[in-house]
């Protein structure tokens, strides 16, 4: 099983930044990818960004140029470093692992483990 922790969000103004941490425990592998994805009530969740453990990444568009994953091997720990937010960021973040991960995808149903999110607030 595998256990994974979000923290970092919170309530910022159109133009700010904040940095999300995921931690993960558990039985992962040494294929693993993780990955952010955000869901707003009444919409689907989508896929934000993604990180293989040799540092391979993907973006969702919108994340393209703002937004930038990375990740601590060591430390079984990814971030999402997000600048320049827009009030249209607001949402709850999730962070998501698949072991045995051969190709990157930001589909939903393509992660087995989920964090319990946490709310990223970006007000005008």
């Known amino acids: 099983q595998v256990r994974l922790v979000e923290s970092g969000g919170g309530s910022v103004q159109t133009g700010g930044s904040l940095r999300l941490s995921c931690a993960a425990s558990?039985?992962?592998?040494?294929?693993?990818?993780m990955a952010w994805f955000r869901q707003v009530p009444g919409n689907e969740r989508e896929g934000v960004a993604v990180v293989t453990r040799t540092n391979t990444v993907d973006y969702a568009n919108f994340a393209k140029g703002r937004f930038t994953i990375s990740r601590d091997v060591a430390e079984r720990t990814i971030y999402l470093q997000m600048s320049n937010l827009k009030p249209e960021d607001t949402a709850m973040y999730y962070c998501?692992?698949?072991?045995?991960?051969?190709?990157?995808?930001?589909?939903?149903?393509?992660?087995?483990?989920w964090g319990q999110g946490t709310q990223v607030t970006v007000s005008t």
């Open positions: 558990g039985d992962t592998d040494m294929d693993d990818c």
């Open positions: 998501a692992l698949r072991r045995s991960c051969y190709y990157l995808s930001l589909a939903r149903n393509y992660f087995t483990y």
